[in-house]
């Protein structure tokens, strides 16, 4: 357990200063109420370097699932309010774990630098689920609680909204009444609203990225120059951001030509994401070749140009391609079998009225 809080808490998402926390819309929550943070079970976390607690948290549109992370085995606590919230007024959840290992936890309301009870003050306890333990020497709270409970003692929460947030923390005293230990400054959070355009908490005009959506790279990979029988062998490998191969996806290749850009082919990336062709060509030059990768559901489009040097002169065969090379030929042949043609027969007819006219 130990290890696994560590590295969580190392994962935290970091913010500059002042920036709003971001709690992340995750619309199937993974967080399991059972005093035990996992990896990867909330969708985001906030690492507070005043107390040296974690936050971890997601909400579903509906509820907010809390998870607090203290390195003492006393109380543990958040309070949510408006913007720039202390104390007083706000909205405290509050609990211990004994030593047995019963969690004791309340929903409460600042009053100055006191907290009573939702109950005890005209509310209601709006905790949907709570568990905790001790475990690495600190303490973990979880609980799941209404964005918007109705309750006028609560803070509610509005998708893309922003507001304050306060932690504390009693090193070793089991109750819910002694001075903190260790407390944070006013802190700013926003609950992401999964249906702006925006990226919570970095101003209007960042545009929210695809959801889960990787960024790929290709590799082209082309030998110097052709092969003696005129062949180009050429591969292209694929990967995405973290340089994960992104095999059974299709490559396209083009090379240029006087008549500009043309397909020479596909293929499918293997496991290593390399998708390879071999393509023959028979003039001399230097040949453009470009590959890309369309990009699929969860990764983006990537592709590259690169060049190789052909020498014709080595040319023995031809290959399956050879039309899309020797076209230009082909037309200029035709040009120039066109323009012959057409002055041979007005030569024809020239001499023919010359000596027609020679006749008479
Ligand atoms: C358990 C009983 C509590 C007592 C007796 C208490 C007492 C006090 C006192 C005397 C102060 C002013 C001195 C200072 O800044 O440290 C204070 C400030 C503060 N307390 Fe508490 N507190 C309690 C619980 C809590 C809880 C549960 C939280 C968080 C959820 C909290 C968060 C804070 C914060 C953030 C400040 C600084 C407020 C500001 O920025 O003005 N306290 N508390």
Redesign the pocket.
């Known amino acids: 357990m130990l290890s696994a809080t560590a590295s969580l808490m190392l994962a935290s998402a970091v913010y500059a200063a002042g920036e709003p926390a971001v709690v992340p819309y995750a619309k199937m929550s993974k967080s399991v109420v059972d005093g035990v943070v996992t990896n990867g079970e909330y969708a985001d976390s906030y690492a507070d370097s005043a107390t040296g607690m974690a936050v971890y948290w997601d909400q579903d549109g509906t509820n907010l699932h809390v998870a607090l992370v203290s390195k003492g085995t006393g ?1 543990v ?3 949510f309010g408006p913007k720039g919230t ?2 007083d007024g ?1 909205n ?1 959840i ?1 609990g211990y774990v004994s030593d047995s290992g019963n969690l004791t936890i309340s929903d409460e309301i ?1 009053t100055g ?3 009573y009870s939702d109950t005890a003050k005209g509310g209601s306890s709006n905790l949907l689920s709570a568990a905790g333990s001790h475990n690495g020497g600190g303490t973990t709270i979880e609980f799941v609680t209404p964005l918007n409970s109705g309750d006028v003692n609560d803070q509610a929460f509005q998708a893309g909204g922003s507001y304050g947030f ?3 923390y ?1 090193k070793s005293e089991k109750d ?5 230990t260790a ?4 802190l700013s959070l926003q609950i992401e609203d999964p249906n702006a355009t925006t990226v919570p908490g970095a101003g209007s005009n960042v545009t929210k990225p695809e959801a889960k959506q990787k960024a790929t790279s290709l590799k082209l990979n082309l030998p110097l120059e052709s092969m003696a029988d005129g062949r180009v062998p050429i591969s292209a490998k694929v990967v995405d951001q973290n340089g994960t191969a992104v095999s059974s996806s299709v490559v396209n290749f083009y090379v240029n030509t006087t008549f500009g850009e043309v397909k020479v082919g596909s293929a499918i990336t293997n496991r290593d994401g390399t998708a390879s062709i071999n393509i023959t060509r028979k003039i001399d030059g230097i040949l453009a070749v470009r590959a890309e990768y369309l990009g699929d559901t969860g990764y983006n489009a990537s592709g590259k140009v690169g060049y190789i040097s052909v020498r014709a002169a080595h040319v023995t065969q031809s290959n399956q391609l050879w039309w899309v090379f020797d076209f230009t030929q082909i037309i200029i042949v035709t040009v120039i079998g066109s323009v012959f043609s057409v002055y041979a027969f007005v030569l024809y007819q020239v001499r023919k009225i010359s000596s027609e006219g020679g006749a008479s």
């Open positions: 109380w606590a958040i309070g202390a104390m706000a405290i509050i600042g630098f006191e907290h306060i932690l504390a009693n819910l009444t002694t001075y903190h407390r944070s400054q006013r």
